[in-house]
């Protein structure tokens, strides 16, 4: 018996609502501890830096709850899925920048 059966398969929508909710926790179900840990880290220091930059920093880690692989899935993410979290991100700085001027 060597696999851990605390880690399940989780859905990429179902880890992505969990990560709306609390940070992070939708990485842990996947069964990414670290990268869960260092979101819910991130994301606390996002919002008590000041509230924007911890709701881009939510975002991206929602974004990485739906985008990303679980430890028991083979794969990798699609280009597609990819280019659109580039393209978000780069919206939000061009937003950012032109809300400034």
């Not at 069964?31 to 008590?48: E, H, T």
């Amino acid at each position: 018996m060597s696999e851990n059966p605390a880690i399940k398969s989780v859905p990429n929508s179902f880890a992505a609502i969990m990560t709306m909710m609390l940070p992070g926790l939708g990485q842990m179900l996947k069964g990414q501890i670290m990268p869960g840990i260092f979101w819910a880290l991130a994301v606390g220091f996002g919002y008590f830096s000041y509230f924007w930059p911890g709701l881009v920093i939510h975002t991206f880690c929602i974004l990485d709850a739906a985008l990303s692989k679980g430890e028991d899935s083979e794969g990798k993410t699609s280009t597609t899925a990819k280019l659109l979290v580039l393209a978000l991100a780069l919206g939000l700085i061009a937003y950012t920048y032109l809300r400034n001027f």
